[in-house]
T-cell receptor, first 115, second 109 residues
Framework: DTEVTQTPKHLVMGMTNKKSLKCEQHMGHRAMYWYKQKAKKPPELMFVYSYEKLSINESVPSRFSPECPNSSLLNLHLHALQPEDSALYLC??????????????FGPGTRLTVL | DAKTTQPNSMESNEEEPVHLPCNHSTISGTDYIHWYRQLPSQGPEYVIHGLTSNVNNRMASLAIAEDRKSSTLILHRATLRDAAVYYCILMDGNEKLTFGTGTRLTIIP
């Protein structure tokens, strides 16, 4: 299994809803990432988990809450979002081997629309 | 992270080589040069990376200038499936990929 899967593919939510995005990989990667990508823009890093611990938070608003319950799973909990949060949310993972470069593997993303 | 500069867009004919340039005049000695690409409706994918020497893999070649202030990604024989946004990224070994605006490559049949 050499892929990162993300569910759902599409999500429409209201500003008062609570929803979650899910990301899964079974490649034994111990670093996992959330990125946000607005239309026609490059991806922007949101969070990084290393060995299931949050290592980087790029000053993301608290209405986005990440969670890494185990080494294969990464969630992004959404609450009280704004319409400007509508975007493609990408998950990525990476092997953590010392001394070698390990590229990031990206999932196909969840396209989120906030009404 | 040091900044990279790439043309916004490029076109190439199918089955011809493509040279995608990247300028990184403020590169530091420990920065690796990475290339990722994003095909339409997909997440980014790794293409190649290098430090000082030219690099080849099954997808592409990376030519790095002697002063490391610029590099060129070479696709030896472009196909329609190579149409994508190509990102040149500098990384000093930390975990962060900081994407620039990239080059949108169009392949003409």
């Amino acid at each position: 299994d050499t892929e990162v899967t993300q569910t759902p593919k599409h999500l429409v939510m209201g500003m008062t809803n609570k929803k979650s995005l899910k990301c899964e990989q079974h490649m034994g990667h111990r670093a996992m990432y959330w990125y946000k990508q607005k239309a026609k823009k490059p991806p922007e890093l949101m969070f990084v988990y290393s060995y299931e611990k949050l290592s980087i938070n790029e000053s993301v608003p608290s209405r986005f809450s990440p969670e890494c319950p185990n080494s294969s799973l990464l969630n992004l909990h959404l609450h009280a979002l704004q319409p400007e949060d509508s975007a493609l949310y990408l998950c990525a993972s990476r092997r953590l081997d010392r001394g070698t470069y390990n590229e990031q593997f990206f999932g196909p993303g969840t396209r989120l629309t906030v009404l | 992270d040091a900044k990279t500069t790439q043309p916004n867009s490029m076109e190439s004919n199918e089955e011809e080589p493509v040279h995608l340039p990247c300028n990184h005049s403020t590169i530091s000695g420990t920065d690796y040069i990475h290339w990722y690409r994003q095909l339409p409706s997909q997440g980014p994918e790794y293409v190649i990376h290098g430090l000082t020497s030219n690099v080849n893999n099954r997808m592409a070649s990376l030519a790095i200038a002697e002063d490391r202030k610029s590099s060129t990604l070479i696709l030896h024989r472009a196909t329609l499936r190579d149409a994508a946004v190509y990102y040149c990224i500098l990384m000093d070994g930390n975990e962060k990929l900081t994407f620039g605006t990239g080059t949108r490559l169009t392949i003409i049949p």
